[in-house]
């Protein structure tokens, strides 16, 4: 029989819905979390009334079978035979939290206190907790304030400590509320099902989100989740979402998915079985892994494990890929026996070699020592949305922000402020590519199910940086038949990769986002071909339609040439700048995947200035990207250098775009 785990880790919500989990852990949660005293020491209870005490005795007896109905029963019937009878109060107050009645849970842990409050101290920071999760600060801020004062156990001080400053923080921020409101996808997209973590395409216009569907077959809980996926119409309304094929199992949980931004990747979250296998010939590493998938066309590829040292023995969930194709950012967290703790956000980053590199976690201003979820790296590389109960708060878990800082650091996490967050649990936030909208999920009322999925402006202050996308198609410059290549664009300020794409094989088509108010330059390389070199300025802001590009690549032919349009020189000068090396680093990638290839290396320039002056300096330019590419280790007798002056060119020289045109360093195949 298998253990159900859902590969969202926890279902999110903005109220207090617990996962589907939440029973079989119950057992665990009471027996490792209640003081020894409750359940370990027959005949030193807080009652001599022996009825009670039988009731008692039995109601543990039934927890330790798991016989949940029985155990609460018994507890009840113990409590009532004595009303000052401590320990039953304590765990029907456990259950009922557990269960998330939390006004229950509160009138018992009430009840505990009038009676003895020193009895089980640990009742007042829980009664505090749920007096907080209920949006009642005050009592809540008493509670933690006096429970600080008994308690010497670190982690509990320190959860008090954060309790009282979410009070302080909940009271101010609720007098300053942010626009908000949130408006349902509606029933192309939301069902009598939960619907929760929705990722989208850069160009808005591909919806993929997971969905807890019932399954039969599946032993126990009857339950498993899937993709689905929804397209936009002409009109810009969303289309009937339908079930990903390929990647969605009968009966295994595959969810909390991230997209490339072109939408033909998918990096998610898959789930072991009790015996740590995932199904047929897929193999993992822990309880939840993560796995990737490729479309081509319109068809997903089987997915394949990322295998180590992404995912580990722990629970790895919730990705989020940066729109550089490179970078991905994950919650993993430890497993342990009363359920997933230490849950944070890490990242590593695929290299050139194609494997990933050990995954780092975030420091101090993300990461806490309590929980964070739902992370998304926005497609502008430096705004981080994320939920965390470990931040100021509202109560339960709320999304924050933080942006990546010139050192590279995250700067501090700001609370998204309320009604967006509340005192109940909110996360699985996606905000666009524009930054102006947000979607999240929610059991708010007047939904069609138990979680929907909803969009909402996003107000200024909270919202990333400005971006744009790029629409593009790579074809054979000959044939003009579609060619599948490695699209790149590098920041031509830092020399840093932007963000990098893979044309569709079948189409030639490709999608990129990036960061606006920069200069790129463009590479695309395939196999067989000269690579495509050009640099483009991306407008500050962000604009509704995307720069469309036609990429041409020439065969290596003899006589096939390209201009490489990102090498730079000062003006009147030979000596490279450091903006020319990463069109550099790909001239020399290219000779050494070609080993038996010969190139000619020509200079060109505008007509301003003399003839002769002219000459030289091509010749000079020439010269130095062919002493470049000898130093990086290839062999001199297959590069040859010449310079052509103004005599060749490809533009008119009578304006600065047909003068920039003409200057120029060229590769020919010889």
């Not at 003081?35 to 001599?48: E, K, R, T, W």
């Not at 969930?317 to 430890?334: E, F, M, N, V, W």
């Not at 497993?335 to 944070?344: E, F, L, N, P, Q």
């Not at 060749?648 to 010889?670: I, Q």
């Amino acid at each position: 029989m298998m253990t159900w785990r859902a590969a969202s880790a926890y279902t999110p919500t903005t109220r207090s819905v617990r996962p589907a989990e939440a029973l079989i852990l119950l057992g665990f949660v009471i027996a490792t979390c209640l003081p020894q005293l409750v359940l370990a020491q027959p005949g030193a209870y807080s009652s001599q009334d022996k009825g009670a005490i039988k009731r008692y005795e039995s109601g543990s007896e039934c927890m330790r079978l798991r016989k949940w109905d029985c155990a609460e029963s018994e507890f009840a019937k113990a409590a009532e035979a004595d009303p000052r009878f401590l320990e039953p109060r304590i765990m029907l107050a456990e259950i009922a939290e557990q269960k998330g009645e939390d006004a229950v849970a509160m009138a018992r842990y009430r009840e505990v206190m009038a009676i003895n409050p020193r009895f089980f101290p640990v009742a007042q920071l829980h009664l505090a907790d749920l007096e907080f999760k209920a949006g009642d600060y005050a009592a809540a801020k008493k509670n933690y304030t006096s429970y600080m004062t008994e308690e010497e156990e670190p982690q509990r001080k320190a959860r008090a400590e954060l309790g009282l400053r979410n009070c302080e923080f909940a009271a101010r921020a609720m007098e300053q509320p942010v626009p908000f409101e949130p408006k349902n996808l509606g029933p192309q997209v939301n069902s009598a099902d939960p619907e929760y973590y929705p990722c989208i395409t850069a160009d808005d216009a591909t919806l993929m989100y997971t969905r807890r569907v019932k399954a039969p077959e599946i032993p126990v809980y009857g339950m498993q989740e899937d993709f689905y996926v929804s397209r936009r119409d002409l009109e810009g309304n969303w289309k009937q979402s339908i079930p990903l094929p390929v990647v969605n199992t009968r009966a295994f949980n595959e969810g909390a998915g991230t997209l490339s931004p072109d939408g033909r990747f998918l990096i998610f979250t898959k789930c072991a079985l009790e015996d740590g296998t995932y199904g047929g010939s897929l193999s993992g590493e822990g309880s939840c892994d993560l796995f990737i998938s490729r479309r081509i066309g319109d068809r997903w590829g089987v997915p394949q494990n990322l295998g180590t040292p992404v995912n580990s023995g722990h629970w790895e969930t919730q990705p989020s890929l940066a729109s550089d194709g490179r970078t991905l950012y994950y919650i993993r967290g430890a497993v342990a026996r009363d359920g997933i703790k230490s849950m944070d956000i890490w990242t590593t980053t695929l290299g050139d070699d194609e494997s990933w590199s050990k995954p780092v976690k975030l420091g101090a201003t993300v990461n806490t020592p309590f929980q964070e979820e739902s992370v998304q790296i926005h497609p502008d590389g430096h705004t981080l949305y994320f939920s965390s109960n470990g931040h100021p708060g509202f109560g339960g878990l709320d999304i924050f922000m933080s942006r990546r800082q010139e050192n590279g650091e995250w700067g501090p996490a700001l609370n998204l402020g309320y009604p967006i967050n509340t005192s109940g649990d909110e996360n699985s936030i996606l905000v666009d590519a524009s930054g102006k909208v947000a979607y999240f999920a929610s059991d708010r009322p007047g939904g069609l199910g138990e979680l929907d999925l909803y969009s909402f402006e996003l107000y200024a202050e909270a919202r990333p940086l400005a971006v744009t996308y790029i629409r593009g198609q790579v074809y054979d410059a000959g044939t003009k038949a579609p060619v599948e290549a490695e699209v790149q664009l590098y920041d031509l300020g830092t020399g840093v990769l932007a963000t990098g794409a893979y044309s569709d094989p079948r189409t030639g088509e490709f999608l990129v986002c990036l960061p606006a108010g920069r200069r790129y330059a463009l590479n695309a390389a395939a196999a067989g071909y000269l690579f495509h070199s050009a640099n483009y300025d991306v407008a500050e802001g962000v604009t509704k339609e995307p720069l469309t590009l036609d990429v041409p690549l020439s065969a290596l032919t003899p006589g096939s040439s390209i201009a490489l349009r990102n090498i730079f020189f000062n003006t009147a000068s030979y000596e490279l700048l450091p903006a020319s090396h990463a069109e550099l680093d790909k001239l020399v990638q290219l000779l050494r995947s070609n080993p038996t290839l010969r190139i000619e290396l020509g200079g060109h320039t505008d007509n301003v200035g003399a003839d002769a002056a002219n000459l030289t300096l091509s010749d000079q330019r020439a010269k130095a990207v062919r002493d470049h590419v000898i130093e990086k280790g290839i062999d001199g007798g297959r590069i040859t250098s010449k310079g052509y002056g103004e005599t060749k060119p490809v533009a008119t020289n009578d304006t600065e775009e047909g003068r920039a045109l003409n200057r120029r360093t060229e590769v020919t195949v010889l």
